[in-house]
C-alpha cells in the first residue's frame, strides 16, 4: 500500500467552508478504474480528483474526476481546484498566467488571477451544446414546477462534457423557495440532472440551485460546469446578467454554503468559470 499525498479544498468560496469541497489525491498515476471509483465513493463527496501524468505534449497537468458513482469527462470546481492544486504541489508553473489542464473531455485552457497571495483559477469550459435528441417531460414544460412560475426560456437538456436539464423560474424567490421532487429529477431523460436559475436581485447577478440525484447528490453546493451551460445559454438568447459579459452566480445558500461562482465569456463565445479556492486539510492517503 502507497501513501500519497492528498488534500481537500473548498473551491467558488469566499471563506473557508462557503463553497464546495474537493478531494484531490496526487500520485495516482497508478491507481485503477475500480480502486479511484471506491475511494471517491467513500470520501462522499460531489467529486474527487486524482492527478497522472500527462499523455499530451502542451498538457501542464492531468487529471481524473469521480463522482461517488461515476467518472466525468468534465466538471468545474475540480477543474478550478485542480489548477489550483496543481500549482499549490508545483506539479506545474504558468506561463503568462495561463495553463493548460488534461482531462477526459481534452486540453482545456486555464487562466491564473493573482491578488498577493490569492490565487484564482478560471477553465474555459468545453462548448456547450443543447441535446434536441431528448424531450422534455411534461411536468417540466409546465408554468409551474412544483409550485414555482417558469421563467421565459424553456427548459432544455445542455451538455458541456456532463449532460444538465437547465430550467429558468420566475425570479429569486422562486429559485431559493424550491422544494424539489428529487425522484422525479433522478428520472429525468438523459441525464436525472436539473439545475434551476434566475436573475439574482440582492447580492449576486444570478442565483443557481443543482440537483444531481442521478450520480448520488441530492443538492450540490457549487457547480461550475452547469453555471458554465447556463452562461452559454443565457449568452445565446442575449441575455447574460452583469457587465462587459462577466458576472456573479450564487449558489449553495440554501445547504448552507454561499458560493460565489465568476462567469466570463470570451470574444469567441467561450466560457470561463472561475472563483477563490482554500486549502482546508491537509496530509496523506492509504488506499
Known amino acids: 500500500m502507497q501513501t500519497r499525498r492528498y488534500i481537500q479544498l473548498d473551491v467558488f468560496a469566499p471563506r473557508p467552508g462557503a463553497g464546495n469541497p474537493l478531494a484531490v489525491v496526487y500520485d495516482a498515476g497508478d491507481i485503477d478504474d475500480a480502486a479511484m471509483q471506491a475511494f471517491a465513493a467513500w470520501t462522499n463527496l460531489s467529486e474527487t480528483v486524482f492527478f497522472l501524468p500527462p499523455t499530451a505534449a502542451q498538457a501542464d497537468y492531468r487529471i481524473r474526476i469521480f463522482t461517488p458513482r461515476m467518472e466525468l469527462p468534465f466538471a468545474g470546481h475540480p477543474s478550478v481546484g485542480a489548477a489550483w492544486a496543481a500549482l499549490d504541489a508545483g506539479l506545474a508553473r504558468e506561463r503568462d498566467g495561463r495553463l493548460v489542464q488534461e482531462c477526459a473531455a481534452g486540453l482545456l485552457p486555464v487562466r491564473i488571477d493573482r491578488d498577493g497571495d490569492d490565487v484564482q483559477p478560471s477553465v474555459r469550459s468545453p462548448q456547450a451544446r443543447v441535446r434536441e435528441d431528448v424531450a422534455a417531460p411534461a411536468w417540466l414544460v409546465a408554468d409551474t414546477v412544483w409550485g414555482a412560475a417558469r421563467g421565459a426560456l424553456a427548459p432544455a437538456l445542455w451538455n458541456n462534457g456532463p449532460d444538465w436539464w437547465l430550467l429558468e423560474l420566475a425570479d429569486e424567490a422562486a429559485v431559493r423557495g424550491?422544494?424539489?421532487d428529487l425522484t422525479a429529477i433522478a428520472g429525468l431523460p438523459g441525464s436525472g440532472k436539473l439545475a434551476v436559475f434566475a436573475r439574482g436581485e440582492s447580492d449576486?447577478?444570478?442565483?443557481?440551485?443543482?440537483?444531481?440525484?442521478a450520480v448520488g447528490i441530492a443538492e450540490d453546493p457549487a457547480?461550475?460546469?452547469?453555471?458554465?451551460s447556463i452562461a452559454a445559454l443565457l449568452h445565446r438568447h442575449g441575455r447574460l446578467p452583469?457587465?462587459?459579459r462577466r458576472y456573479i452566480a450564487s449558489q449553495g445558500r440554501e445547504i448552507g454554503r454561499d458560493a460565489r461562482l465568476a462567469l466570463e465569456v470570451d470574444d469567441e463565445d467561450g466560457v470561463w468559470v472561475g472563483g477563490r479556492v482554500h486549502a482546508v486539510i491537509r496530509g496523506t492517503v492509504d488506499w
Open 223 to 228: 457547480t461550475g460546469s452547469v453555471n458554465a
Open 204 to 213: 449576486s447577478d444570478l442565483v443557481v440551485r443543482a440537483f444531481a440525484p
Open 178 to 180: 424550491l422544494r424539489p
Open 242 to 244: 452583469g457587465r462587459g
